[in-house]
């Protein structure tokens, strides 16, 4: 092939639902195949450890609906990756529900898919680690432990692109693969036919979140990729938005640390030399982009553990005084609470948390600025306990209690707070924390086969066959 060309259709499945529209427009202009993320950790470690996907079930089936149709009307792979919302088998074999609640409804024809699992078990990961080995860390803080083990909940292993290759290999319509990637998602076909892996990765890269690199903006809108032998072009899919050498490549920085090294399973991108041309109005032609193979090949481990309960407060704050007292008045609410519950609840049962919007909300001990210039402050108080009937009643007292609370200044006898409806306090989803951002040292290829199993099945007017 002299070229090849791909389609994201949005930047996470189901997240925000996609323009069909531009799916079918970026369909027309003949694809060679169509890619989709499911979702990230970028949110934070509450969808793996809840295993819940990113938006609802509703917007996720209407993604899967139209690419789905779409690749088997135009006779093209769809590949998936991340399924669910970070891709746990959990999220899987939901996503292979509603593949099939599609198929029944839509009365589609038999089709073969690959199923991909990313989960890492447990066992597997403690008996690498008590024979002595070291699994470092990415962006954790320290070497993984036994411990950080025993206390996940969930752990996943962000595939590369050979898992895909295999499943290719195996003459599948579709591909539903758990944690992976995102750009090996796009990567592993044109790579498996030869295309230059510097411009392949760095292709992947910025289609991954579909439009998002296009203005205007839009994750949820397509974006076509098209690799050549020392080139590859960004365009609209459809033709609302345009690819411009600014947004192409802001979006090439998107999500790193480095200006022009982006890491992958087994290497990174060196992007130093890349130039970004503007061809026509709506697409733009980059080359220069290398790919450098890591001497170790590693895959990076994903885990939470399970923290405790949590119920909100969300209140308004208008007078002067009491925004110009806010660090001791929420320090003596504290106090108040520590006093009131010290022989009924211990401090270690439960942790209040402050988010003062207007003041350092947004960025916390990090913002620069420590004068308070709004007028008005937004109050989120947070309580994460044991149980949730401590994280409700810890908040409630507080609220209740700092309503009436003196403070410097102070001219009313009540109604410090603006509560946001008549329902003080709410309880929400759990707490986790991430136990595992760590790269794990691969050193036999057969090895990503036994961490990442793949199954065939057949789908069909709502029946699923496992065949392999």
């Known amino acids: 092939m002299k070229e090849i060309k791909m389609l994201s259709p949005t930047g996470a499945i189901g997240y925000s639902p996609m323009w069909e529209k531009s799916l079918y427009e970026g369909l027309e202009k003949g694809v060679d195949f169509i890619g989709a993320d499911g979702g990230s950790p970028d949110s ?116 590369g692109i050979e898992p895909f290759m295999q499943a290719l290999d195996k003459d599948v319509d579709v591909i539903v693969a758990g944690r992976a990637c995102d750009d090996a998602i796009f990567a592993a076909l044109p790579i498996k036919r030869g295309f230059d892996p510097g411009l392949v990765w760095h292709c992947s890269k910025i289609i991954e979140c579909a439009c998002a690199t296009c203005v205007p903006h839009n994750i949820a809108d397509s974006v076509i990729g098209t690799i050549g032998d020392d080139w590859f072009t960004i365009e609209a899919a459809g033709s609302d938005r345009v690819a411009s050498v600014d947004s192409v490549a802001a979006h090439t920085m998107y999500e790193r640390s480095h200006p022009w090294k982006s890491a992958v399973p087994g290497g990174h991108s060196d992007l130093k030399d890349c130039v970004y041309e503007q061809i026509n109005e709506r697409t733009v032609k980059v080359t220069g982009s290398k790919f450098i193979k890591d001497d170790v090949y590693t895959i990076k481990l994903e885990a939470v553990a399970w923290v405790g309960y949590r119920t909100l407060g969300i209140v308004g704050l208008r007078d002067p005084r009491l925004i110009a007292d806010i660090d001791n008045f929420l320090a003596e609410g504290v106090e108040k609470v520590k006093r009131a519950y010290r ?52 908040c409630s007292f507080f609220d209740h209690e700092m309503l009436f609370h003196p403070y410097k200044g102070i001219i009313s006898t009540a109604g410090n707070f603006a509560h946001l409806n008549s329902c003080e306090v709410h309880e929400v989803e759990g707490v986790y924390e991430f136990t595992m951002d760590h790269l794990l040292p691969i050193s036999d290829p057969i090895e990503l086969t036994e961490l990442f199993p793949i199954k065939i099945v057949e789908i069909g007017k709502g029946n699923l066959k496992e065949v392999e």
């Open 44 to 159: 934070g470690p509450f969808y793996l450890g809840a295993e819940a996907p990113y938006g609802t079930r509703e917007a996720f089936k209407h993604d899967m609906k139209h690419m789905l149709l779409g690749a088997l009307r135009y006779k093209i792979p769809l590949i998936l990756g991340g399924v669910g919302g970070i891709g746990s088998n959990r999220q899987v074999e939901w996503t292979l529900d509603i593949i099939r609640e599609i198929s029944k409804e839509e009365n589609l024809p038999r089709f073969r898919a690959a199923v991909i699992y990313a989960n890492i078990g447990k066992e597997y990961l403690k008996k690498r680690l008590l024979s002595g080995e070291t699994i470092k860390p990415l962006g954790a803080p320290k070497n993984l432990t036994v411990e950080d083990v025993e206390r996940s909940k969930v752990i996943v292993a962000q595939m």
């Open 343 to 394: 022989n009924k609840i211990p401090e270690g049962k439960y942790n209040i948390l402050f988010h003062v919007y207007g003041k350092n909300g947004v960025m916390g001990k990090l913002e620069p600025q420590d004068k308070i210039t709004s007028h008005e402050l937004c109050l989120i108080t947070e309580v994460v306990a044991d149980t949730q009937q401590i994280a409700t009643e810890i």
